[in-house]
């Protein structure tokens, strides 16, 4: 009987930076490291961030705005 690989745990998370609404989905695996898998800001395509991992939300949360202001640059 094969195991069943388990689902990621999703959490969206809205955000304003440098101006622009945003809203990411932050996703991990119980006891495992957060990770963006997607974020969708107002009036341009859906940003992919899923080759870097964080050890906590926050610090998850904290990479999702700062790659939304790193778009006014």
């Known amino acids: ?17 440098s101006g622009r609404h945003y809203m990411a989905r932050l ?3 119980p006891d ?3 990770y963006i ?6 009036s341009l395509p859906p940003l992919h961030d899923s ?3 964080w050890p906590t939300r926050d610090e998850a949360v ?3 705005d700062k ?5 006014g640059h």
């Open 32 to 34: 495992g490291p957060w």
């Open 67 to 71: 790659l939304v202001a790193d778009l």
């Open 1 to 17: 009987m094969e195991q069943e690989e388990p689902e990621p745990i999703e959490e969206y998370v809205p955000g304003v930076a």
């Open 51 to 53: 080759d870097r991992t």
């Open 37 to 42: 898998d997607v974020i969708h800001v107002e």
């Open 27 to 29: 996703c991990h695996f």
């Open 62 to 64: 904290q990479a999702a």
